[in-house]
């Protein structure tokens, strides 16, 4: 087996030798390091079966926590925060990750009486975060959630009017922004992560900077605002919103970086040799952090070091591995904090999210592979991608220093130091390289012409014609001069992609509401199948009598609706290897859309799941400029755009018979271009579907 080879390489081929000690991280504040929290005894009121052991050790929990609440950084600025926040409106903290920013601040501000004249709301990138760090926050003020402290989601409100502090994504509150421009429910709103620059994040920064204006002008009551990030650009926020920025003394130990030789192409391979030359080299309790790109090499490189770790005697103890990444169902995403038992090593396989927005304790070795999985979008092409991408140097040094935050660590980089000179400096922020389509709609709801909105960062004017012509292609808007359409404003009222939104509002006049409703819940959630378990190929024979011959979206829709019909739904997912938590979350969602099309008093009709050529037809007139047609060398060619493409292998159309012309949600890029959920349709459809596509080629 080749990668036994490989962890039982000897030393010139492993890993030792194909890193050098490049330098040691600066400034460490040792004189910060503040001993290590006794206890890593997190999330366990969601756990109290499983870790009842932990929960019985630990009788005196609620003194544990104040003990490390006050160990935090953020807990010597205390006062220092609360007396600038009253003397300005706006401010900028900057502080390292694991310094208590998002969990601590908002508690200052809730005991300083912030809350009483309103509701103190922070924003996240992610839903992941926004939900641990409730639970966490309501677990720290011996709360159930939904109390004092609760969050939204999309699809998701865990929260009531006794809520004082709600963390929420940042499409939430932009969401919110809709229905009230000065965000009156408001008294303060902390915009967290401000480094990660996402689309919703840039306009949100300009949102509230009007609403604390024009609140100010109206003398309704003061919107205070707190930026907050672990790496942020001080002098450029600092100049937007016209304040100064404020550091927070950080707490971290040295950590040794190693670089490889050369950079490493199968950064994958490199991290499991690095991970079993760590294993055996370094002490037990040094936890290991592994960054990498997504959920697939996750899995499989997870599933590889079970494997290898049960075969081979190559450390002194046992191994538990964990994975950390968005899709992750909630209840695992919060194990990889627990503590493992003694003489075992904790392995936690990330993506991006444990850079900034969480902190995992106990970790000691970082690797990191140096690639993200970043949105692109081509104006000229239409086209939004997931592309694997180089991280920026400060992106590097972010995951670098998690491996610094209890006591000195090393960082393992599977790339050179010389090829790490040529990463950019700092991401892209993703305004510049996102669809604007949803951003510009939702601001025209608002009333907000995008072109001329006080952007941190304008988006480029290609990226903003680009997103006109889709929303007029799609009826929501109609220029010269720019309005938007009882369609747009419909649209608006969906928390989905435009063209989403287009697929249910069409769907009455094809017949097939009920269907269309099922199947854009089932595609707004997460993948609902499982494959990577040890059980693929009966996975395999379970999913296929799901498989319809037409493609992804019937065959998604044949499984959300038996979903839907079964009685013991944890069985039959069980037996079907389907994902129970998704399936449920989808259903959550249907409701809810239906609820919309309701007020909207959209018909409810169905085609009775016979008419699949309806629900197809229906399918174009969102994502029409989704089409790719067969070329005679056996590949696709999409029409927007003329990308050469290939069908995924996930999809149940993959390998059999190639049709002439298909559907995809979308194009994901790796070493090709992959269409992923694909539906064959016939191209005749498209000039009756959308008789505006005149030049749709045959
Ligand atoms: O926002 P920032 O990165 O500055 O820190 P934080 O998220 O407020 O976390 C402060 C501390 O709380 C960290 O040291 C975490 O280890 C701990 N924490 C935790 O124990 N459990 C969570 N679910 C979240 C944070
Ligand atoms: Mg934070």
New binding site residues.
């Given amino acids: 087996m080749e990668s036994k080879y490989l962890i039982n390489s000897n030393g010139s081929a492993g890993i030792s030798s194909a890193f050098a000690v490049k330098r040691k991280l600066e400034p460490m504040k040792e004189q910060n390091a503040i001993k290590k929290?006794t206890n890593?005894?997190?999330?366990q009121q969601q756990k109290p079966n499983l870790y009842k052991n932990v929960l019985a050790a630990n009788s005196n929990k609620r003194s544990s926590i104040d003990q490390?609440?006050r160990s935090?950084?953020?807990y010597n600025c205390r006062q220092r925060i609360l007396k600038e926040l009253e003397a300005n409106d706006t401010l900028l903290i900057m502080?390292?990750?694991?310094?208590?920013?998002?969990?601590?601040?908002p508690q200052f501000l809730l005991q300083a009486g912030y809350a009483n004249g309103g509701i103190i709301g922070i924003t996240q990138p992610r839903r992941v975060?926004a939900i641990?760090?409730a639970?966490?926050?309501a677990?720290e003020l011996a709360t159930g959630i939904g109390e004092t402290v609760g969050y939204t989601v999309r699809f998701e409100d865990a929260t009531t009017e006794r809520t004082r502090i709600r963390y929420m994504t940042d499409g939430i509150l932009l969401r919110e922004a809709i229905g009230d421009r000065l965000l009156r429910k408001y008294s303060a709103i902390m915009l967290?992560?401000a480094h990660e620059r996402t689309v919703n994040a840039d306009v949100l920064f300009g949102i509230v900077k009007q609403a604390q204006l024009e609140r100010a002008k109206q003398r309704l009551p003061k919107l205070k605002i707190i930026i907050?990030s672990?790496t942020m650009d001080i002098d450029h926020f600092g100049q937007y919103f016209g304040v100064r920025g404020m550091y927070?003394e950080g707490r971290t130990h040295p950590v040794r970086v190693l670089h490889a030789k050369d950079s490493q192409e199968d950064y994958i391979h490199a991290a499991l040799v690095t991970l079993f030359d760590i294993h055996r080299h370094e002490p037990i309790n040094h936890d290991v952090l592994i960054f990498l790109t997504g959920q697939e090499e996750i899995e499989a490189l997870a599933q590889q070091i079970r494997q290898l770790a049960r075969i081979n005697n190559t450390g002194p103890s046992d191994v538990r591995v964990f994975t950390l990444y968005a899709q992750l169902a909630q209840g695992k995403q919060?194990e990889c904090?627990l503590p493992v038992p003694a003489n075992t090593r904790k392995i936690v396989l990330a993506t991006n999210i444990a850079e900034?927005?969480?902190?995992?304790?106990g970790i000691r070795c970082v690797i990191d592979c140096g690639y993200v999985k970043e949105k692109s979008f081509n104006p000229g092409t239409g086209l939004e991608l997931l592309k694997t991408v180089r991280i920026s140097q400060a992106q590097a040094w972010q995951r670098c220093g998690r491996a610094g935050?209890d006591a000195p660590g090393k960082c393992y980089r599977t790339y050179s130091k010389a090829s790490m000179e040529q990463f950019r400096s700092t991401s892209l922020p993703e305004i510049l390289r996102s669809n604007l389509t949803s951003t510009v709609l939702q601001l025209l709801a608002l009333g907000i012409d995008c072109s001329n909105f006080d952007f941190i960062d304008a988006p480029p004017p290609e990226g903003i014609s680009s997103a006109h012509r889709a929303l007029e292609q799609l009826g929501a808007i109609k220029p010269a001069p720019l309005v938007i359409t009882t369609t747009g404003r419909w649209m608006a009222q969906f928390p989905l992609d435009p063209r989403y939104a287009k697929l249910l509002l069409s769907a009455p006049s094809f017949g097939c509401m009920e269907e269309m409703l099922s199947l854009v819940a089932a595609l707004s959630s997460d993948n609902v199948f499982i494959g990577h378990t040890d059980k693929s190929e009966l996975a395999a024979l379970a999913h296929a009598k799901f498989q319809s011959k037409h493609g992804d979206h019937l065959t998604l829709l044949n499984v959300f609706s038996t979903f839907q019909k079964t009685e013991k739904p944890k069985i039959w997912c069980h037996d079907n290897f389907l994902n129970i938590r998704n399936l449920t979350y989808a259903r959550n969602v249907r409701n809810q859309l239906a609820e919309i099309s309701g007020r909207l008093n959209l018909a409810i009709n169905s085609c009775g799941g016979d008419n699949v050529d309806a629900v197809k037809k229906c399918l174009l007139t969102g994502l029409f400029e989704n089409i790719a047609l067969l070329q005679k060398e056996g590949h696709y060619l999409t029409v927007s755009g003329r990308v050469k493409a290939k069908i995924h292998p996930s999809s149940v159309l993959h390998g059999k018979y190639k049709p002439q012309c298909i559907l995809f949600t979308e194009m994901v890029q790796t070493e090709h271009n992959f269409l992923r959920q694909v539906t064959e349709i016939s191209s005749e459809w498209v000039e009756e579907v959308l008789p505006a596509m005149k030049s749709f080629p045959k």
């Fill in positions: 929290p890593n005894n997190f999330n490390e609440r935090l950084p953020v502080g390292e990750t694991g310094s208590g920013k998002t969990t601590q601040i975060a641990t760090i639970k966490r926050v677990q967290d992560e907050t672990a927070l919060l904090f900034t927005s969480i902190t995992i304790p935050r």
